[in-house]
């Protein structure tokens, strides 16, 4: 079935540093694909997505490109700040009814 | 934010308990959703609803019901909580744009422990 996989965490990274979580996907059409961001205690948030290859979204300085060769999306900052730790969700939606979620990567950044 | 409140925000209940989560929304978007989150699971839907009375089941949707009366409420019911619905629980909605555009939003989240 479709599914969404992430990388493990917890990723951890001393600010500044550049980053990246990986995320592949399996799907039987032609999903869009979007990150999600949840703060701790918070719910989620939008943080960029994609709808068609090659894509690319982006917010905040993070940026993610869709390609469709190696079904991936992965996530990119080129320098992370503290106020960048938390949990981070890839997913993907083929007929917009749902969406699948990843398992999630914990991202804790040290000044 | 895209206007969805969640009710209550903690809750603590015991095994066996009906247990009522409310989602409100304020710009009358027609999709919402219940979702769960679990550790190693991330998060999985039990129900969504396309309209006034229009529901449908999702990924994990035993031992859940949900009712749809109004466009800004969405409700969902624990007939009997067991330790296993222990999780925290988002609502969403769906803001419907151009075809593959469409984007879900998520509420605050409600964390509820069954004992």
């Known amino acids: 079935g479709d599914s969404v996989t992430q990388m493990e965490g917890p990723v951890t990274l001393s600010e500044e540093a550049f980053l990246t979580i990986n995320c592949t996907y399996t799907?039987?059409?032609?999903?869009?694909l979007f990150w999600y961001v949840q703060y701790p205690g918070e719910g989620l948030q939008l943080l960029l997505k994609?709808?068609?290859?090659?894509d690319k979204g982006s917010n905040k300085g993070f940026e993610a490109t869709y390609r469709k060769e190696t079904t991936s999306f992965h996530l990119e900052k080129g320098s992370v700040q503290v106020s960048d730790s938390a949990v981070y969700f890839c997913?993907?939606?083929?007929?917009?009814?749902?969406?699948?979620f990843g398992t999630g990567t914990r991202l804790q950044v040290f000044p | 934010d895209a206007g969805i409140t969640q009710s209550p925000r903690h809750k603590v209940t015991e095994t066996g308990t009906p247990v009522t989560l409310r989602c409100h929304q304020t710009?009358?978007?027609?999709?919402m959703y219940w979702y769960r989150q679990d550790p190693g699971h991330g998060l999985r839907l039990i129900h969504y609803?396309?309209?006034?009375?229009?529901?449908d089941k999702g990924e994990v949707s035993d031992g859940y019901s949900v009712s749809r009366s109004k466009t800004e409420d969405f409700l969902l019911t624990l007939e009997s909580a067991t330790s296993s619905q222990t999780s925290v629980y988002f609502c969403?909605?769906?803001?419907?744009?151009?075809?593959?555009?469409?984007?879900?939003?998520f509420g605050p989240g409600t964390r509820l422990t069954v004992l």
């Open positions: 969403a909605i769906r803001q419907q744009g151009a075809v593959k555009t469409d984007t879900q939003y």
């Open positions: 799907a039987t059409g032609y999903p869009s």
């Open positions: 994609a709808t068609k290859a090659d």
């Open positions: 997913a993907l939606s083929l007929n917009t009814d749902k969406l699948i």
């Open positions: 710009e009358n978007h027609r999709y």
């Open positions: 609803s396309y309209g006034v009375k229009d529901t």
